[in-house]
């Protein structure tokens, strides 16, 4: 496989800097020098940019949302809460995603480039100041030891690649991509009796409804056929999800690989017909597929599925003889929801001094309902909850707070000056489901928030505890730690840094009743 271009090849680019860049002669060639600054300034820009930037055309997917009367009033309240929490990101301060995403860098290099031969190490150093500099969060965790792991304090590792490409200067792709849309990834190693309609109409459709809708839809859908190796299949998924291989014609006597965009009309047919829409029900499952086939050895067949969700954060750069360049996204996402908007009634939920009052105000209301949530929530997630829940098995009982209030699953970004905490958007429930059934049955844990679907055995824990998950939307972190969260104060484990637990007081966020105390779910 080569790839040899990134699309979209007719973006808008600003640019960034001319320091350090310049053309100089040896052995009879022109080449072109590059300093490390300037490799690390060009990835320091663009991960500033795409934490709190879109590209138009995502945005314009967004709108058309709005103005589709064919959209459920789900698919719509999700697209304007998305909208809302582009404008305020774009202020810079609050990030789009609090999940900021492992940093990625594809770079294509010319063999005219010229530097020190250190050029992953120059770009890692511009993804650092990135994540330092800005309200950003540290996601990365490394090991101590086989079981043993720490956060690494400035989201490095990041993951370069760097490959050879045309001649005529560099070419970069970054992308931040947060861990619930890379948990979504799936690699079938499948054989020939794959390559049919009706065979791989049946493996989609089964594939993209288990997708469900924990990574934030409406997603950007991609599926890649063949591949000469599973990595190879795997990498190109990648750069399609990021609409980097949009330029790819369609079959060819060279047997080369190519888009297919019959089928990708099929995959779009499939994600509506699923009905899970952007997130609570309607046809916004996604809002575009790409669909690439590729050689493959006669005795395998691997098929992969992946998403980008809705924080689309990818941006393309270059570096030529007139300087370093980045790809213009969009400054002024309030042009993007200008018109009415979608108004949603529901019911108001005071959060009570006890759960039992908790659950009382929700009880009666089936899975769908629209709730807005004000009062005291605990804040935990993965590395709390397996704490918790070491606690437990050592017979030591549980805080009285994880009984008392509703449980937000949780992290936040970095707080920024004069703001109440940083981006605060809900992370995967699926990640919790084992926990569930244990701190039930011991008062705790009796209502949940988070986003997506759970596993069956959730449903049946509230049923036999009396309790309820509710999906609050993904990907609009900004909106709900500006709107929403009113205090915020670190209440434990204040060693695990963004998992540690807090307790904030919410005032109005809105959840939809996902799965309540009478053994009905939504999904």
Not at 153 to 177: C, S
Not at 425 to 452: C, H, I, N, W
């Given at each position: ?288 597929a790409r669909v690439i086939r590729l050689p493959r050895h006669a005795g395998s067949c691997p098929i992969s599925i992946g998403v980008s969700c809705s924080a689309h954060r990818n941006i393309l750069g270059h570096i030529t003889r007139d300087g370093a360049f980045l790809e213009e996204l969009e400054p002024d996402p309030v042009i993007y929801i200008a018109g009415p908007k979608e108004h949603r009634a529901g019911v108001h939920v005071e959060i009570g001094d006890s759960m039992d009052e908790t659950v009382a105000a929700l009880d009666g209301h089936a899975p769908g309902t629209l709730v807005y949530l004000s009062g005291t929530l605990v804040v935990a997630r993965d590395m709390a909850h397996a704490r918790l829940y070491e606690m437990l098995r050592e017979g030591k009982p549980l805080p009285e707070y994880f009984k008392q209030w509703p449980v937000y699953y949780a992290g936040p970004a970095k707080t920024p000056p004069g703001e109440v905490i940083g981006s605060f ?99």
């Open positions: 496989m080569k790839i040899t271009a990134f699309s979209p090849v007719d973006a808008m680019y600003r640019h960034v800097t001319s320091d350090g860049i310049r053309e100089v002669t040896a052995g009879g060639r022109t080449l072109l020098s590059i300093d490390a600054g300037a490799l690390t300034h060009l990835a320091e820009q663009a991960f500033h940019n795409v934490s709190y930037f879109l590209r138009s055309s995502h945005l314009a997917q967004w709108r058309a949302i709005l103005d589709d009367p064919e959209a459920s009033h789900n698919d719509k309240f999700v697209a304007e809460a998305l909208l809302r929490n582009a404008v305020i990101s774009s202020e810079g301060y609050l990030p789009l995603c609090q999940d900021t995403g492992t940093a990625t860098v594809v770079a294509l290099r010319g063999s005219n480039i010229l530097t020190d031969g250190d050029d992953a190490k120059h770009l890692e150093a511009g993804i650092r100041h990135a994540y330092e500099r800005n309200d950003l969060r540290y996601s990365q965790i490394v090991p101590r030891s086989m079981f043993a792991e720490a956060n690494s304090g400035n989201n490095l590792p990041p993951q370069i690649d760097i490959q050879l490409g045309p001649e005529d200067g560099y070419r970069f792709l970054f992308v931040a991509k947060g861990g619930g849309s890379s948990n979504k990834t799936t690699l079938i190693q499948g054989s020939k009796a794959l390559l049919n309609d009706e065979a791989l109409t049946s493996l989609l459709t089964e594939r993209i409804a288990a997708l469900g809708v924990a990574a934030c839809p409406p997603y950007h859908l991609a599926v890649v056929i063949g591949g000469t190796s599973p990595e190879e299949n795997l990498k190109v998924l990648k750069l399609a999800s990021a609409h980097a291989l949009d330029h790819l014609e369609g079959p060819s006597e060279t047997g080369a690989m190519f888009r297919d965009r019959t089928w990708e009309e099929k995959v779009m047919a499939i994600a509506a017909a699923s009905g899970l829409g952007a997130q609570f029900g309607g046809r916004y499952l996604a809002l575009d958007g809900p992370t995967t429930a699926q990640r919790m489901d084992e926990y569930m059934e244990p701190f039930m049955a011991a008062g705790a844990s009796r209502v949940t928030l988070a986003k997506g679907n759970r596993a069956p055995s959730v449903t049946a824990s509230c049923a036999r505890h009396n309790g309820f998950y509710l999906g609050t939307i993904g990907g609009a972190a900004a909106v709900i730690a500006q709107k929403h969260i009113v205090t915020s104060e670190l209440l434990d484990f204040p060693d695990l840094g963004m998992e540690a637990i807090r307790k904030i007081r919410v005032k109005d966020l809105p959840a939809f009743i996902i799965t309540n105390n009478n053994n009905e779910t939504l999904y």
